[in-house]
Every structure is written in structure tokens, then in C-alpha cells.
């Protein structure tokens, strides 16, 4: 099955899809840990999700989304909540 998708709350694009790489429990256990999403290169939706120079993730269309704080598995995107908080783009309110 597709893991599922984090749509921005500004635009309704999908952000994030996780887990991947990893089980359901392992990417909760983790954003537990930090108190905020946390995904994975493999998870990020490139099409729609930059990371600037000073690791700050903003979506395509400038939103602030959280920041890049890598650790020693690679690159930990934590996300405010509230930036994935979205629906799909054209979904019904």
C-alpha cells in the first residue's frame, strides 16, 4: 500500500508521504521523540518542498514548513503541524 499523504494547509500539495523506509510505528516513535513530525529524504515530496541554505523547509510557494535538523540517520525534516495540516488541493471543506 502507498503510505499516506501530507498535504500543505496553504495549497492542498502533497509535502511528505511516510512512512517510507520505515514502519508506521518507528516515523510516530520518532516525531514523538522531537514533539513534531519528523520525515526522512525518502518521504519528502520534491516537486513541492524546499530546504534553504539555512535548512529552514518552506514549501514551493514559500510557506515555512519546520527545518532540517539532520542527525546520525541523514537529513530529519521536523515539521510544525499545522503546515501539514492541509487536504488535498480542490478537496471540499
Not at 517510507?20 to 516525531?31: N, Q
Not at 524546499?50 to 537529513?75: F, I
Request: aromatic share 8%.
Amino acid at each position: 500500500t502507498e503510505p499516506p499523504p501530507f498535504y500543505a494547509s496553504v495549497t492542498g500539495k502533497p509535502l511528505f508521504r511516510a512512512p517510507i523506509g520505515r514502519s508506521m510505528d518507528e516515523f510516530l516513535a520518532e516525531s514523538n521523540l522531537h514533539g513534531w513530525p519528523s520525515f526522512r529524504d525518502q518521504e519528502v515530496v520534491w516537486e513541492n518542498t524546499r530546504v534553504l541554505k539555512d535548512g529552514e523547509t518552506v514549501s514551493v510557494t514559500g510557506t515555512h514548513l519546520g527545518h532540517n535538523l539532520p542527525d546520525r540517520a541523514g537529513n530529519r525534516y521536523c515539521i510544525n503541524l499545522v503546515s501539514i495540516a492541509g487536504r488535498p488541493g480542490g478537496a471540499p471543506q
